[in-house]
């Protein structure tokens, strides 16, 4: 209980560590990303509930705006941060150490803007030209099932920086065995339970997103950052998206 806390304290802004129950040793922090589905699960929540309320007194592309809007307050844009700096890096940067010297620089550059954009056009694009009921069943498959394989990155790549440089100051654990049946319950669930079969083939497209990031990662910086894993769950879950909508039309045919 004491990593599940520690990962809802770490990946949302909600004020958790009002709770004593939340105020959890420093340690735990290093298992985060390793309950980061679980995470997924309240934020997946919240989304899908505020798309599915909002749409109830206003017009549906508002209704998406408004739903992505609450998960940003609730994560406090943690991951799209991490977005913009990790496209910041690894367009701005020539050499290992400048690409990190760029990531870890709180200003914002050209890729970081233009991925950003591109990111929320695609985003809103995707989840308004779902049906409501689809948009909210593809909200709560998706956030849990991208975190638990963007986490899958500490199995495939070393920290590329030291507890001491991070900006966090936290360098994950890699997923244990234990770890890693409770990453795949609470990131494999949802969709399970929430998605017909038909829908199975999408998960295809967020795998071969984060193959190609750990390629990219590897050959740029021989590892991975906390900005590399936000990037790596917001890519996942679009290519996801776009996975649904492929088989939409395909079904539709």
């Given at each position: 209980?004491k990593?599940?806390?520690a990962?809802?304290?770490?990946?949302?802004?909600?004020?958790?560590?009002?709770?004593?129950?939340?105020?959890?040793?420093a340690?735990?922090?290093?298992?985060?990303?390793?309950?980061?589905?679980?995470?997924?699960?309240l934020t997946?929540?919240?989304?899908?509930?505020?798309?599915?309320?909002a749409?109830?007194?206003?017009?549906?592309?508002?209704?998406?705006?408004?739903?992505i809007?609450?998960?940003?307050?609730?994560?406090?844009?943690?991951?799209?941060?991490?977005?913009?700096d990790f496209?910041?890096?690894?367009?701005?940067?020539?050499?290992?150490?400048?690409?990190?010297?760029?990531m870890?620089?709180?200003?914002?550059?050209?890729?970081g803007?233009?991925?950003?954009?591109?990111?929320?056009?695609?985003?809103y694009?995707?989840?308004?030209?779902?049906?409501l009921?689809?948009?909210?069943?593809?909200v709560?498959s998706?956030?849990?099932?991208?975190?638990?394989?963007a986490?899958?990155?500490?199995?495939?790549?070393?920290?590329?920086?030291?507890?001491?440089?991070?900006?966090?100051?936290?360098?994950?654990?890699?997923?244990?065995?234990?770890?890693?049946?409770?990453?795949?319950?609470?990131?494999?669930?949802?969709?399970?339970?929430?998605?017909?079969?038909?829908?199975l083939?999408?998960?295809?497209?967020?795998i071969?997103v984060?193959?190609?990031?750990i390629?990219?990662?590897?050959?740029?910086?021989g590892?991975?950052?906390?900005?590399?894993?936000g990037?790596?769950?917001?890519m996942?879950?679009?290519?996801f998206y776009?996975?649904?909508m492929?088989?939409?039309?395909?079904?539709?045919?």
């Amino acid at each position: 209980m004491k990593n599940i806390a520690a990962s809802l304290v770490f990946f949302t802004r909600l004020p958790f560590w009002r709770l004593k129950a939340f105020n959890v040793p420093a340690v735990y922090y290093k298992q985060v990303i390793n309950y980061w589905p679980v995470a997924g699960w309240l934020t997946a929540a919240v989304m899908a509930g505020v798309l599915w309320g909002a749409a109830q007194i206003l017009p549906y592309p508002i209704a998406v705006v408004v739903a992505i809007l609450s998960r940003l307050l609730v994560t406090g844009a943690l991951h799209e941060d991490g977005l913009a700096d990790f496209f910041d890096g690894f367009g701005g940067g020539n050499t290992r150490e400048r690409t990190l010297e760029i990531m870890k620089d709180s200003h914002i550059g050209t890729y970081g803007v233009i991925s950003l954009i591109f990111y929320f056009s695609f985003f809103y694009l995707l989840l308004s030209n779902l049906s409501l009921e689809m948009a909210c069943l593809v909200v709560l498959s998706a956030d849990p099932l991208c975190k638990f394989i963007a986490s899958l990155i500490t199995l495939f790549l070393p920290y590329a920086r030291n507890e001491e440089t991070s900006k966090s100051k936290v360098v994950y654990n890699k997923m244990s065995a234990s770890t890693g049946v409770i990453s795949v319950v609470f990131g494999l669930l949802p969709f399970i339970l929430l998605l017909k079969i038909d829908f199975l083939p999408a998960i295809i497209f967020p795998i071969f997103v984060f193959a190609g990031l750990i390629f990219l990662m590897k050959k740029k910086i021989g590892g991975y950052t906390g900005d590399c894993c936000g990037a790596t769950f917001l890519m996942c879950e679009l290519s996801f998206y776009l996975g649904v909508m492929v088989i939409l039309n395909c079904l539709a045919v």
